[in-house]
């Protein structure tokens, strides 16, 4: 069964951090593109961060220069390191798993998401 667990998250002030943490098991994710979407209330979920099985990042916008993604596809596990947090970063966190666009079988895979609550 695939599985991926979030944790990290909670209550922090404006300007603090946290670190997320997305354990992927149930079966081999080596090249897999792993990436953090969030969903604030009220709001659709949207992308926050990805990272490739070859390492390459990208970002949105509004994390640039304050978020940071990394992790080992292999090993099945991708952390976000969350700095200078805003109120407006508050929202459901989730981890997603997917095969990159250029393989024949396409899966995606998410986790159950860890809430982070900025207050200012």
């Known amino acids: 069964q695939v599985q991926l667990v979030e944790s990290g998250g909670g209550l922090v002030q404006a300007g603090g951090s946290l670190r997320l943490s997305c354990v992927a098991s149930?079966?081999?994710?080596?090249?897999?593109?792993f990436g953090w979407f969030r969903q604030g209330p009220g709001t659709q979920r949207e992308f926050v961060a990805t990272?490739?099985?070859?390492?390459?990042?990208d970002y949105a916008d509004s994390v640039k220069g304050r978020f940071t993604i990394s992790g080992d596809s292999a090993q099945g596990t991708v952390y976000l390191q969350m700095n200078s947090l805003k109120p407006e970063d508050t929202a459901v966190y989730y981890c997603?798993?997917?095969?990159?666009?250029?393989?024949?079988?396409?899966?995606?895979?998410w986790g159950q998401g860890t809430q982070v609550t900025v207050s200012s």
């Open positions: 149930g079966r081999s994710f080596s090249g897999y593109v």
């Open positions: 990272i490739s099985g070859g390492g390459f990042t």
């Open positions: 997603r798993a997917r095969t990159p666009t250029t393989w024949i079988s396409q899966n995606a895979y």
